[in-house]
């Protein structure tokens, strides 16, 4: 075994336009041995955007306990690794946080470096023009177990709360919204962030309802959901 283990970069990707990406995050992906990714077809055309060839290797979900042993391995062996994910921050709502923990645990010589650049959740934030002061981010909402319990959260909040939904289930989550939340309460939709049909839009949920309804291409893409403070 190597003295010195090697090093995690944990490295933010754009959420969309690929020119979202920092000059860290590319000398990052141009001097690490191996880049492990989400979706490897999804981080190629990335990585060809910017002339960069390094050996990539799946990490996402599904993976199992042994592709962590082996990541830990070529840690130990001294190998530097990035972590990248199909579109933002690895590790907020996407592979990451399990991995890097059990490295934390695993490994802890071994330095986890964060190379921050996008998230989806402050991207819609910074521009929703709603409180930002402080903020609940509730990642993806349950399909089923728990999804009540989460919207009279929403409905109680004092702080503005984010959370992340997709073109399935925009128009189920709206029509919930419009159910619990007191009339005249903002919401803010930013759809397809920093892509060709970005469009930030805020009115009550009744109005969001039928400005989605009357135009159901907008209902297309991929939604972060903003829930003014009560
Ligand atoms: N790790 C990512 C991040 O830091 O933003 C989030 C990954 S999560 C699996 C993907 C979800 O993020 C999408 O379903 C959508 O809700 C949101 N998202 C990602 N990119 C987006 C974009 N360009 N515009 C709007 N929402 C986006």
Request: contains cysteine; hydrophobic residues 35%.
């Amino acid at each position: 075994m190597h003295n010195i283990p090697g090093t995690l970069y944990v490295v933010a990707t754009p959420i969309g336009n690929l020119e979202d990406i920092t000059l860290r995050a590319l000398s990052t992906l141009k001097e690490v041995d191996l880049i492990l990714c989400e979706d490897t077809r999804t981080t190629k055309k990335l990585l060809d955007r910017y002339s960069i060839n390094k050996p990539t290797m799946s990490y996402h979900s599904h993976s199992k306990l042994s592709r962590e042993k082996d990541i830990i391995g070529k840690l130990e062996d001294g190998k530097n690794l990035a972590l990248v994910s199909d579109a933002g921050t690895p590790s907020i709502s996407d592979p990451g946080a399990l991995l890097v923990r059990h490295i934390r645990e695993q490994l802890p010589e071994a330095r986890i470096i964060p190379i921050p650049g996008p998230s989806a959740l402050i991207t819609a934030l910074s521009a929703s023009g709603f409180d930002t002061s402080s903020f609940t981010f509730l990642g993806f909402l349950p399909h089923k177990k728990g999804r009540e319990t989460l919207f009279k959260e929403i409905t109680l909040s004092d702080r503005t709360v984010v959370f992340y939904e997709s073109t399935h289930r925009i128009m189920k989550t709206l029509a919930s919204l419009k159910e619990c939340l007191e009339e005249g309460r903002k919401i803010a939709l930013g759809r397809e962030l920093t892509k060709k049909f970005e469009e930030i839009v805020s009115g009550t949920a009744t109005e969001l309802e039928l400005y989605l309804t009357t135009q159901p291409e907008k209902t297309k893409g991929e939604f972060v959901v903003l829930v003014e403070a009560r």
